[in-house]
């Protein structure tokens, strides 16, 4: 693969660290959504050239990367948390998938500018600790006309907002981080960088953690950040 590294790039020490174990350890046995698991096709459909994958997990999207793949591809991925790495380092193996996979953040990718084609982001933006920083560096790594693809569960309205709001302190602590009240997409459409190609929205997703939105944005030829 080639070294997408810039010099600068290093971690800060005041980061706050991600390390959740146990939840880690229980992730693969917990149940994914049905509507949420058949949605993963839609990130990785017809993938090629240089991609990047926010927040992999336990890699859970490796095997759908792998079938579909349309073309020659360079699979990038990032994840904090050392457990879940360890993890999705064995489901590519298990997958027959190379995937260049670091120990960063969404927050400060360690790649240089203009770096991807695809951004691809599954159910990662309810978890970071700083969502506009993150998409800030998904705007600035992205090539102009790059893509940015994404499956994020967002902040109900009605009962289940008011449900999401009384669990959401408990949720955080239980779920790795996990915020179940963030207007996601509102903060995606609204960065003067992307360009809104498609955006639907699933609401056959499971409480709390519903409704699901999908969608593609695209990074703007305009010189807006190139």
């Known amino acids: ?76 991925a990032i994840e904090p948390d050392p457990n879940m790495r360890k993890r999705a380092a064995e489901a590519a193996r298990e997958a027959g998938l190379a995937v260049d996979l670091r120990d960063a953040r969404a927050e400060s990718l360690p790649y240089p500018d203009d770096s991807f084609d695809v951004v691809l982001a599954g159910v990662v933006f309810c978890t970071v600790q700083d969502p506009d920083a993150a998409l800030e560096e998904v705007a600035r790594v992205l090539k102009p006309g790059g893509e940015f693809r994404f499956l994020e569960h967002v902040g109900a309205d009605g009962w289940r907002g008011s449900g999401q709001r009384l669990l959401d302190p408990v949720w955080k602590r239980v779920a790795g981080g996990c915020h179940l009240t963030r207007d996601t997409v509102t903060r995606f459409v609204d960065h003067e960088a992307l360009a809104v190609e498609e955006i639907d929205r699933l609401d056959d997703g499971v409480f709390p953690a519903t409704p699901i939105v999908r969608g593609t944005l695209r990074r703007r030829q305009d010189g807006v950040l190139g």
Do not use: K
Request: proline share 7%.
């Open 1 to 76: 693969m080639s070294d997408l590294t810039p010099e600068s790039a290093t971690r800060s020490a005041d980061e706050h660290e991600v390390d959740h174990p146990l939840f880690a350890a229980c992730y693969d046995f917990l149940p994914e959504p049905e509507a949420l698991e058949a949605e993963r096709g839609y990130l990785a459909r017809n993938l090629s050239g240089c991609a990047l994958e926010l927040g992999c997990g336990t890699g859970d999207m490796f095997p759908f990367v792998v079938d579909g793949t349309a073309g020659d591809l360079e699979y990038h």
